[in-house]
């Protein structure tokens, strides 16, 4: 049990398009998710917490408008990445925490490229 | 602010031998601390977590690590590396269990035959 997909694993857009990125709990409900963000060969940054039905709490110097993130049921939360710049280029990660016991489980990732 | 170090960026080890990954945190109370590897262009994997009691806690994979208050260390262990351990660990951080993740920077562990 306690899987989390991401949806897709692997995106190349182009810039100043949008791209959406899911991610779901499968077998469990997530009243908070996370995402978080890695560049190559760097570690995990979280760029925002997301609480099912309310707004996305984000972390310091992440620009909400240009992130936008939706968590509209229980099992879904969705990054949105608006007007995508190269420099937005990364491997974004999602994880989900199970309330009964207490645990993140992280998504696969989505690698992310913009041209 | 809680923080996390991982001092060593690379770790090369030979087939067989042991391992041992550094981790120092900084925070001010009890601290919920992890472990997790990334294999390349995955996800994370949980190897092990304290959140309290016996201080040396035993993880998947047959790692284990040892939490030290005084040292404000969490390092991490495996008596034999296989070489499927070839990846990337994470230490990491948080204020309770399944709040936000702090993460170190990483230790890239390579495996030599």
């Known amino acids: 049990g306690a899987v989390v997909s991401q949806h897709p694993s692997r995106v190349i857009c182009k810039s100043g398009t949008s791209v959406k990125i899911e991610c779901r709990s499968l077998?469990?409900?997530?009243?908070?998710m996370f995402w978080y963000r890695q560049f190559p060969k760097k570690s995990l940054m979280l760029m925002a917490t997301?609480?099912?039905?309310?707004?996305?709490?984000?972390e310091q110097g992440v620009e909400k408008d240009k992130f936008l993130i939706n968590h509209a049921s229980l099992t879904l939360s969705t990054l949105t990445v608006t007007s995508a710049h190269p420099e937005d280029s990364s491997f974004y990660i999602c994880?989900?925490?199970?309330?009964?016991?207490?645990?993140?489980?992280f998504g696969p990732g989505t690698r992310l490229t913009v041209t | 602010a809680q923080s996390v170090t991982q001092p060593d960026i690379h770790i090369t080890v030979s087939e067989g031998a042991s391992l041992e990954l550094r981790c120092n945190y900084s925070?001010?109370?009890?601290?919920?601390l992890f472990w997790y590897v990334q294999s390349p262009g995955q996800g994370l994997q949980l190897l092990l977590k304290?959140?309290?009691?016996?201080?040396l806690v035993q993880g998947i994979k047959g790692f284990e690590a040892e939490f030290k208050r005084s040292q404000s260390s969490f390092n991490l262990r495996k008596p034999s590396v296989h070489w499927s351990d070839a990846a990337e660990y994470f230490c990491?951080?948080?204020?309770?269990?399944?709040?936000?993740?702090?993460f170190g920077g990483g230790t890239r562990v390579l495996v030599k035959p």
């Open positions: 990491a951080v948080a204020k309770a269990a399944g709040n936000k993740l702090t």
């Open positions: 304290y959140f309290s009691g016996d201080t």
């Open positions: 925070y001010g109370a009890t601290p919920y």
């Open positions: 997301s609480n099912e039905g309310s707004k996305a709490t984000y």
């Open positions: 077998d469990f409900q997530a009243t908070t």
């Open positions: 994880s989900a925490r199970d309330p009964p016991r207490e645990e993140q489980y």
